[in-house]
């Protein structure tokens, strides 16, 4: 292991792994360490959103992805019913992901995103990203090696990492982040504490292999099947649609010692299986953000600065974003173009999100409690009664359980309203809470997706720098900024001609754009130019609110 490097990174799941390939993807040295001796074997997460595809886009790693998670041709369905053997209460369908490309490549420009959602396990996902992470030349994978303390100066990190053998190793760096799960030992040697009700719930999760459950229940392949019976639960289907896991609610004092796996399963699913149980284990539902994501050299990420009920897929993703923020943050600042603002702004930005998010997976969460509060025994009965409150129950899970899956304004409408280093507009502005996902171009949004010319994305030319966006832009406008090089800070620009409806859609003919898609500034004064830049490379600057664009506020 080196004794010297850029970042050191703890926590080798999805976060800490992204984090460091997009270090790495960006040239700076990396070492990534994990206090197990192999990534994990539970599925966890179920759903990398929209959002996330994006950033796997970014990193050429989507078709990687999707070539190891769910078909691309199988629904998404999500069924509510008593168990897999009785007719569903009610069925709630969605496209699978050839169906949510074909719509992308169909649809208003702006309104689809520019990669849609892919099902894949954690377990699937974390090994995936563990190749492309080794694969780097200056990112170091090291597992079974363990963070035992660290202390930091005005010049360095310092940090003491036990190694397989036992022994102590030093490693210097210039900046740690800490990707290290729910019991983060970076958050608590930091003393930074959780905000936030805690224990939410408590649940049993039985993990088991079973090829002929969709055989033996006469199902196709299916999302989520909630279970409102006898038993509550959620059957969830793996990558492979030969895993599933199993959530139970657990009552008070359950103790799974005691809990008969194959027993469970059967009882809550009404099938007889052969099933090969690869887990079983009782876990608790939080809803928590960190009050701080910064001390000093520094940083939180992933579930050390949050955790939520997995309802809704907002835990991991929410993640994903960290770090995608974060890298193009401490890259920008170690190679010299970013100012003190830059780091600074991690915390500004992302702990609004952090809080954001957790209320919309509370907002999923109470809407599963509500549909479910509508159960009663006598659904299953033939009865003038039964069929009544099997209606409701229904009617009531069409209503409620949509939280949980048309959340795409939370995934991908967010608003960095409290950075620093983003030139903000006067004035009204759309709401970037709202569950329904309405296009937005004003500065802080994410950049609406918009092809450019057959199969490629506005997306897919931003840079690893800033890049100026220009819309039927005359040349003067833009080349006030193309001598951002002499300034040090690189910038790309990508001029479209010819496109009223992308001047109409992002509302200025000029759009600064940052490494994470996120619209810095737009505007349409050359006079601006350096104000811009140096405020968005987080180097400070002021710019007048009257050179703002002119027209709708989207």
């Known amino acids: 292991m080196t004794d010297e490097t850029e ?9 800490g792994l992204t984090l460091a390939i997009t270090l790495g993807q960006r040239g700076i040295r990396t070492v990534l360490i994990e206090r197990n001796p192999t990534p994990g074997i539970l599925p966890k997460m179920d759903l990398a959103n929209a959002r996330s595809m994006e950033i796997f886009g970014r990193l050429h790693l989507a078709d990687r992805i999707r070539a190891a998670g769910w078909p691309l041709d199988a629904p998404f369905d999500v069924y509510a019913g008593p168990s897999l053997t009785e007719p569903p209460y ?79 190793s030093a490693v210097t760096a210039s900046y740690l982040v800490g990707a290290d799960g729910g019991n983060s030992l970076v958050r608590n040697t930091l003393e930074i504490n959780y905000s936030g009700p805690g224990d939410a719930a408590r649940h049993v999760l039985i993990f088991f292999r079973a090829p002929a459950l969709f055989e ?38 359950t103790d799974t010692a005691r809990l008969d796996a194959a027993e469970e399963v059967h009882a809550a699913l009404g099938i007889g299986l052969d099933i090969e149980v690869l887990h079983l284990g009782a876990w608790t539902a939080r809803l928590v953000v960190a009050d701080q994501y910064r001390a000093g050299r520094v940083f939180l990420a992933g579930d050390s600065a949050h955790q939520y009920i997995p309802t809704g897929g907002f835990g991991l993703n929410t993640g994903i974003g960290d770090a995608d923020n974060l890298a ?3 890259a920008a600042t ?26 919309a997976s509370e907002y999923a969460a109470v809407g599963v409690r509500q549909w479910r509060s509508h159960y009663d025994p006598s659904v299953t009965q033939d009865t ?28 991908l409408g967010y608003r960095y309203s409290l950075s620093g280093v983003i030139a903000h507009e006067p004035g009204p502005l759309p709401d970037p809470d709202s569950p329904v996902y309405v296009p937005s171009s004003t500065a802080g949004s994410r950049l609406p997706h918009a092809w450019i010319e057959p199969g490629v994305s506005v997306h897919d030319r931003v840079g690893f720098g800033l890049t100026l966006l220009a819309i039927d832009a005359p ?31 992002y509302g200025a003919p000029l759009l600064l754009i940052r490494p994470d898609m996120h619209i810095a500034w737009r505007g349409d004064g050359a006079d601006a130019a350096d104000a811009v830049l140096a405020l968005c490379a987080g180097r400070g600057g002021v710019i007048d609110d009257e050179r703002q664009p002119a027209g709708p506020r989207t």
């Open 384 to 411: 003038a009664a039964g069929r009544e409150n099997r209606r409701l129950l229904a009617a009531a899970f069409n209503t409620y359980q949509r939280r949980s899956h048309e959340q795409q304004g939370t995934e």
């Open 216 to 253: 033996k229940a006469g199902l196709e392949p299916f999302r989520h099947y909630y279970l409102a019976g006898e038993r509550h639960g959620i059957l969830i289907a793996q990558d492979d649609l030969t895993h599933f896991a199993l959530h139970l609610e657990a009552e008070p004092g």
């Open 90 to 168: 009610a069925v709630l369908s969605y496209p699978s992901i050839l169906e949510s490309r074909r719509h992308a490549e169909e649809g208003v420009p702006g309104v689809h995103p520019r990669e849609p959602y892919e099902r894949i396990s954690q377990y699937t996902l974390e090994r995936l990203l563990g190749d492309a992470a080794r694969a780097l030349p200056g990112v170091d994978v090291l597992f079974a090696h363990q963070l035992v303390d660290f202390r930091q100066d005005a010049d360095a990190m310092h940090a003491t990492i036990q190694t397989p053998d036992g022994e102590r």
């Open 328 to 330: 193009w943050k401490l």
């Open 334 to 359: 170690l190679r010299g173009w970013g100012g003190p603002a830059l780091l600074d702004s991690y915390h500004d930005e992302r702990h609004p999100v952090g809080h954001r998010n957790c209320r």
């Open 475 to 505: 040349p003067e406008l833009t080349n006030a900024f193309t001598d951002a090089d002499r300034r040090g800070i690189p910038l790309d620009v990508v001029r479209v001609n010819g496109r009223a409806d992308l001047r109409e859609l």
């Open 7 to 15: 970042v050191l990174v703890v926590g080798a799941g999805p976060v």
